[in-house]
């Protein structure tokens, strides 16, 4: 079983490509749920960010994993926010 550590937020700048403006960079705001896994270590996801897990021995590294991971799945080219979280829309 998983205990609850807390949660947190993350302050993702991702380059995307868009059209006309070229390369833009653009700021997100992520939040972020960390846990205590039973074998030791921690793990980080995100209900904003489908497809973000990352796992550390500490809580420090695990957020510094999550920012990396969340980092690729936003700069994906078909990357699109799952939730209204944050000031994020979907898409529709």
Do not use: C
Not at 26 to 35: F, G, R, Y
Request: aromatic letters at 4%; zero cysteines.
């Amino acid at each position: 079983m998983l205990a609850a550590v807390g949660r947190g937020v993350l302050l993702i700048r991702a380059r995307k490509f868009s059209g006309s403006l070229g390369v833009v960079t653009v700021e997100h705001v992520i939040q972020l749920h960390i846990e205590r896994l039973p074998e030791g270590g921690y793990l980080a996801t995100s209900d904003a960010v489908q497809g973000l897990v990352a796992q550390g021995r500490t809580i420090q590294e695990t957020i510094e994993i999550a920012r990396d991971v969340a980092k690729k799945l936003i700069e994906a080219p078909n990357w699109m926010p799952v939730t209204e979280e944050l000031g994020h829309t979907r898409n529709s």
